[in-house]
């Protein structure tokens, strides 16, 4: 491509995402199958992007592009300034580690194994020392409000609680992205807005956070909202976003901003 | 990720399915077990053998009296005298590849002390015949060649004959015996040598100059020499021994080049060394049959393996997405893996040498442990580990991160 990735957002600096001419082709047997045909987009830095759209929209598909667990079948990806949608397995591995972070509905926190363990993961696999990994996880921990509960494994913690421990793994590695895959889909609304407002905390230190959602009224705590319809981008709308504020009995997670987290 | 934290994820993966741990480890155990338990039995029947052939003498030719033959009917070797004393003087004098050389004749006599008596094997032999034998005394000394050109009345005994005939630990040198009808006086005691191979015990014996038992015991033959000729070749030399001692006795009996031996010399070391390969053979037939069970070993962690990789599929597919390398899942697989193959291994060479010690203090079977076999079968089992833990491994490896979280 020798075309800039040209959003309709027109970005003065590089974006931290920039997709452009996005394809995805399945091919089964004879079919093949356009889940991406041609998705164009940018994505500021501290940006909190809501990706809206029904089943089989292409959401899914452009979710595991921007999170580089899929390759596109051609189309430019570069996150941060780099081109990654040639890499290998391994160095795909490596761009999930040190600029993704990840967020699923279903938490995906490894069973049997306590919040601290699971948080420090992603270090272990940047083999970052034990003692500073230690230090890292519970200042994560306690940046979504779990300093108490560090030794306590999933199945002792509630589900808003695990999904804290999933967002504090997501933020361990200082991470330039977050990707939440239906993050509150298996949350009751209370604990949702939680996370919501953990979520625009992020960004407002500075932290892309991408969102896919199938609910209108979680999708209205992000300050641009994005519907995937057939392949394409139907619409791409910024605006004002709702402050996620938790119901006045909850004490507020985020006690403490990072330190090196600077003002978008 | 270091190899101590991928060690530790595979020993908690491992301890959380104890049971299901033990039992895929089972294999490598009985296998490394049985493995080491037939090499330490194999091993310990060989020493015997060896040892048991050792009390024989080393380096021992035993050369027989030929066989018989009138009107077409053969009798067996030794059945005629054939070998002349004037054959073992030129066997001494002439072949340079024999050390030493004594007559072994042999007769069963009644030994009677004061209180006592006790029928035996008394051999006539030359002052040679100990060192042959590599027999020290305990008590006494060995005749001299002076008693030998007297026809001295002078004997050794063997220790069963002094336990008999004295009671254990009596020290009867000095004392006189009568052997048949002669009264002979005790020069020494002949150290305890044990029982040989096929159970017959060497110290039932009395040893006297072999003149004394041509004259005295069992009336001579005049220029034949009705007995056997012990001969210790030089060090290593016995089948070059051998061949010299034939030569010379073909042409000493004036057998032509088509004719058979009227003598035969029996090698003793061939025989040990054909004897040891025989228990070499039986041990490696053992061992293989151990190094299959070993291999069915390996399957069953291959299988639990697979199952593994397929029940944490999920987690695999989380920890891809946070970074780890198709590497690192790769060496966490194999990692544990090996882990279990290792500590099968280790506990079946826990239990291969219990069995073994078990069998030596309660049965009193002979048994050797070697290290490099408990080495060897660790090692295999390590290999067995791999190899069985790569395809798992590498499967889990390959997984797309993707499909890996959706899997339920």
């Known amino acids: 491509m020798s075309t800039e990735g040209a959003s309709d957002a ?46 089989g929209s292409g959401k899914s598909t452009l979710m595991n592009i921007l999170g580089c667990l899929d390759r596109p079948t051609s189309g430019v990806y570069k996150l941060d300034g780099a081109e990654v949608s040639r890499l290998t397995k391994a160095e795909l591995a490596e761009v999930r580690n040190k600029t993704l972070g990840f967020v699923f509905q279903n938490f995906n926190l490894l069973a049997r194994t306590s919040a601290q363990e699971n948080v420090e993961l992603p270090l272990v696999y940047a083999g970052v020392a034990g003692k500073e990994r230690r230090r890292r996880a519970v200042a994560a921990l306690t940046r979504v409000g779990l300093e108490k509960r560090m030794d306590h494994t999933p199945n002792q913690l509630s589900g808003g609680q695990q999904q804290r421990v999933a967002i504090a793994r997501a933020i361990v590695s200082q991470p330039k992205v977050i990707l939440a895959d239906e993050p509150t889909g298996n949350l009751d609304s209370r604990t949702s807005v939680e996370v919501m407002s953990i979520f625009q905390e992020l960004g407002r230190a500075g932290i892309t956070v991408v969102l896919v959602t199938h609910e209108p009224d979680i999708a209205e705590y992000a300050s641009r909202v994005i519907i995937v319809k057939d392949g394409y981008i139907q619409s791409d709308k910024r605006r004002e976003m709702k402050e996620a504020i938790v119901p006045p009995e909850f004490v507020p997670p985020v006690s403490a901003r990072s330190p090196t987290g600077g003002q978008a | 990720m270091n190899w101590f934290m991928t060690f530790r994820v595979a020993v908690r993966a491992i301890v959380r399915n104890g049971l299901r741990s033990f039992l895929t480890t089972l294999g490598i155990i009985i ?14 029947a060989k020493a015997r053998v060896e040892q048991a052939f050792a009390a024989m003498g080393t380096d021992l030719l035993i050369l027989l009296p030929g066989s018989s033959s009138s009107s077409g009917v053969r009798g067996g070797f030794g059945s005629q005298p054939t070998l002349t004393w004037d054959d073992l003087a030129a066997i001494r004098t002439e072949v340079p590849m024999v050390k030493n050389a004594s007559p072994q004749l042999r007769s069963n006599q009644p030994i009677v002390s004061e209180d006592q008596n006790w029928t035996t094997s008394v051999y006539g032999v030359a002052t040679e015949y100990f060192d042959i034998r590599s027999w020290p005394m305990s008590s006494g000394a060995i005749f ?52 040989s191979s096929s159970g017959t015990d060497y110290d039932d014996a009395a040893f006297i100059p072999f003149t004394t038992h041509a004259h005295k015991i069992q009336g001579g033959l005049g220029k034949y020499m009705n007995g056997q000729v012990y001969i210790q070749a030089q060090p290593g030399m016995t089948t070059r021994a051998q061949a010299d001692v034939t030569g010379l006795m073909r042409d000493r ?40 069970s070993l291999v069915v070993g390996g399957i069953g962690i291959m299988n639990i393996m697979l199952v593994s990789v397929t029940e944490r599929t999920r987690e695999i597919g989380v920890r891809m997405a946070l970074g780890a390398k198709p590497m690192n899942i790769l060496s966490q697989f194999l990692i544990e893996a090996l882990t279990l193959s290792i500590t099968g291994g280790l506990i079946g060479v826990a239990s291969g040498v219990g069995v073994a010690l078990l069998l030596t203090i309660k049965y009193q079977w002979p048994t050797l442990l070697q290290p490099e076999v408990i080495l060897v079968s660790v090692g295999f089992s390590a290999f067995v580990g791999v190899v069985f833990g790569l395809y798992p491994a590498w499967k889990a490896s390959q997984l797309d991160p993707i499909d890996a979280l959706r899997y339920e």
């Open chain 1, 10 to 55: 027109a970005a003065p600096e590089h974006p931290l995402i920039e997709l452009s001419e996005i394809q995805k082709v399945y091919a089964s047997g004879d079919v093949s199958v356009h889940a991406l045909r041609g998705v164009t987009l940018g994505i500021e830095r501290g940006e909190f992007v809501a990706v809206m759209g029904s089943s």
């Open chain 2, 31 to 44: 296998g490394v077990g049985a493995v080491i338990a037939m090499m330490a039995i194999g091993a310990g």
């Open chain 2, 144 to 195: 001299t060649d002076a008693d030998i050109d007297s026809s001295a009345k002078v004997v050794v005994l063997g220790q069963t004959v002094v336990d008999k005939l004295y009671g254990p630990n009596a020290n009867p040198v000095g004392q006189m015996v009568r052997i048949g009808v002669n009264p002979f006086r005790i020069v020494g005691v002949a150290k305890r040598k044990g029982q």
């Open chain 2, 253 to 292: 009996h004036k057998i032509p080049p088509s004719g058979d031996d009227d003598f035969s010399i029996r090698n003793l070391s061939e025989i040990a060394s054909s004897q040891a390969e025989s228990t070499d053979t039986i041990t490696t037939l053992l061992a293989c049959v151990a190094l299959v």
